[in-house]
Structures are given as C-alpha cells and as structure tokens.
C-alpha cells in the first residue's frame, strides 16, 4: 500500500440490506459523519425510498429496517470492504481529528497496522525522510546526536542510520520509534 493523501473526504454509500440480499440496490452516498445517523442520512439522501418509523427508517420496498454500507471513499484505510453505518462514522469522526499537516503520517501509521491511535501515532513519528542517512544527518542537526566538529568528516551517517533501523518503523518516507 503505498501512502497517499487522499483529497476525498470520507463518504459511504449507505443502502437496505434486505434489498441487497434480494438481489436489488436501494441507497444513497451520505456524507462519512452522517452515516451512523442513518434515519437523517436516509431522509435526506434516500429520500422516497423509505419511509419512517419512530426513529427509525425503513425501506419502502422491502420493509427492512437494517441498512449497511455497500461502498465508501476517503477513509485512507480505516475501513476495508464492507461496515456498519456506526463503523463509518466512527471512522470519519477519528479521520476529522487529523490535521492535514499529519494525514499522510497518519495514513502511513495505519498502513504499518499500529491502530488507530493518533495520540501514540504522534509520539512516535520522527519525521518524513528519503534515507536512514538523511535521518542520521537530521539527528546531528537537530542536537539528537552530539558529534565534535572535528570528528563530524569522519562520521559514518550511513552506518548509522542502518543502526538506527533497527530502532524505527518505516512507510514510505514517514520513519516512527518502534518502542
């Protein structure tokens, strides 16, 4: 899986279950945040195909009340196949707390199979690098390592950085503390 940032923001396709088992598609794409509210996403998305209980919404041409997501887009990974309408909006609420400036991070955390916790995600993560060397030379730069100036021509950063590998957890160009 190659990391990317995805410019969508999450959205579901929500429709009836019981007329997806009888062979028919009957739904709509709601907004990932209104997906878990399915009688506001059905009432305003659906619309005539379906009519409403208490709270509840139900199929106008199957009667069914149990609807699932079919079909999603820009939930970068959270979700694979199918899901609740819940699941869906969970996922969209937690993708809504990441600032863009952290999305492709996030995305590579995830894409690693770290969870979904961006606060250990955001302890983690060192920086965006394109090698171990570039890393190595960051760590000299940033104070991380403390090498005397007469010494620093001398220095190995490649070796280095293959050290640190053993330390660190990597996606792409995105390097995170494995501990």
């Known amino acids: 899986m190659n990391a990317t940032v995805e410019e969508v923001e999450p959205k579901a396709w929500v ?11 009957n739904g709509a794409w709601v907004e ?5 509210d399915i ?5 305003v998305r659906i619309g005539e195909s379906a009519i409403y209980g208490e709270n509840c919404p139900v199929c106008i ?6 609807f699932w997501v079919f079909d999603h887009e820009g939930y970068s990974g959270l979700i694979s196949g199918e899901c609740s309408p819940s699941e869906a909006q969970e996922k ?3 993708l809504a707390t990441v600032v863009d400036s952290e999305r492709e991070a996030f995305i590579a955390w995830l894409a690693l199979g770290m969870g979904e916790d961006l606060e250990a995600m955001r302890e983690a993560y060192i920086g965006e690098f394109d090698t171990y060397t570039d890393l190595a030379e960051y760590f000299l730069e940033s104070g991380a390592l403390e090498i005397p100036d007469n010494i620093r021509p001398y220095f190995d ?3 280095y950085g293959r050290d640190l590998s ?5 996606h792409g160009t995105h390097y995170f503390w494995s501990n």
Not at 15 to 25: A, D, K
Not at 32 to 36: I, N, Q, S
Not at 61 to 66: I, L, P, W
């Open 15 to 25: 429709g009836c279950l019981g007329c997806y088992n009888s062979g028919e598609l």
């Open 32 to 36: 990932g945040v209104e997906a878990g």
């Open 39 to 43: 009688s506001k996403a059905v009432k």
């Open 61 to 66: 041409k199957c009667g069914s009340d149990e």
């Open 92 to 94: 969209a609420e937690l």
């Open 157 to 159: 950063y490649e070796a």
């Open 166 to 170: 053993f330390d660190l957890m990597e």
